[in-house]
């Protein structure tokens, strides 16, 4: 698929932009979610308007695999956070409902405890 | 000095994430980490990279990746290169799964930025880790 100066290939790792490491995957995750152009280009600001429309275009050719696509590929990474939080400590899950100002004050006790184990370690040397 | 590289996919929200982490709040934090970003741009890579040759920069170079990415399939990938190439010193890969919400929901992005800061904070114990979800 192609216009003037657009080329869709596939490298390998799923179309992609020719010439450019965004994929279409990486597009259809915002054209799927209704977000426009204005905000994909705000997120992948190399990406320009002819490319876009190429990967539009090749989204409405290829609506249905790509759907089944991005439904692996949350899947994907629902299992790997599932598995992250499950490691517990430092990898657990921190979505309480904190202010700013809580979340680093949280985070500021925390370097200073590594701080201080980092001074006590090195005084006993 | 942790240096994390925003990959092409999460450019916007990469420098979002940065300019939060520079704010009156978040500053002291940040500058105490040393922790700085760079884009692409910054270190002269080719927008047209290739997963596995991003990743093998990242530790040559001991930068951490943030990414969006949502590609799994070929050989190349970032997940077949990490499962491949990956040993238990290996710097980690920040993904990003809902980036949208870094720009919609003011919530998320404070999660974020804890997040990615405390991880930082525990350099550590994150080699080897492989793919490493925010927040």
Redesign the interface.
């Known amino acids: 698929m192609s216009t003037n100066n657009v080329r869709i290939v596939d490298?390998?790792?799923?179309p992609q932009i020719e010439?450019?490491?965004?994929?279409v995957?990486?597009v259809f995750?915002?054209l799927h979610?209704g977000?426009d152009f204005d905000?994909i280009q705000?997120?992948?600001?190399?990406l320009t308007r002819e490319q876009f429309d190429v990967i539009v275009q090749y989204v409405n050719e290829h609506q249905e695999e790509l759907v089944e696509k991005?439904c692996?590929?949350?899947e994907?990474?629902q299992r790997?956070?599932e598995a992250?939080h499950a490691r517990g400590?430092?990898?657990a899950a921190?979505?309480e409902?904190l202010s700013?100002?809580e979340?680093?004050a949280?985070?500021?006790a925390?370097?200073n405890q590594?701080l201080m184990e980092r001074d006590g370690a090195g005084r006993s040397h | 000095m942790p240096v994390v590289l925003i990959d092409a996919n999460i450019e916007g929200q990469g420098i979002r994430i940065w300019m939060r982490m520079q704010s009156a709040e978040w500053r002291e934090l940040t500058a105490a980490l040393e922790v700085t970003f760079k884009t692409f741009q910054d270190v002269g890579l080719d927008l047209a990279t290739t997963d596995d040759a991003i990743w093998r920069f990242c530790q040559a170079q001991g930068f951490s990746l943030l990414t969006s990415n949502r590609n799994q399939d070929s050989n190349d990938s970032l997940e077949a290169t990490i499962h491949r190439e990956g040993t238990s010193t290996s710097l980690p890969v920040f993904t990003l799964p809902s980036a949208d919400r870094v720009y919609s929901d003011a919530t998320f992005i404070e999660r974020v930025v804890e997040k990615l800061l405390d991880f930082i904070l525990y350099a550590d114990n994150i080699r080897g880790a492989g793919r490493l979800y925010l927040p």
């Open positions: 490298i390998g790792r799923g010439g450019h490491r965004i994929t995957m990486d995750y915002y979610r977000y905000f705000r997120s992948m600001p190399s991005d692996r590929v949350e994907f990474h790997g956070i992250q400590g430092i990898f921190g979505g409902k700013t100002e979340r680093v949280r985070l500021k925390k370097l590594k």
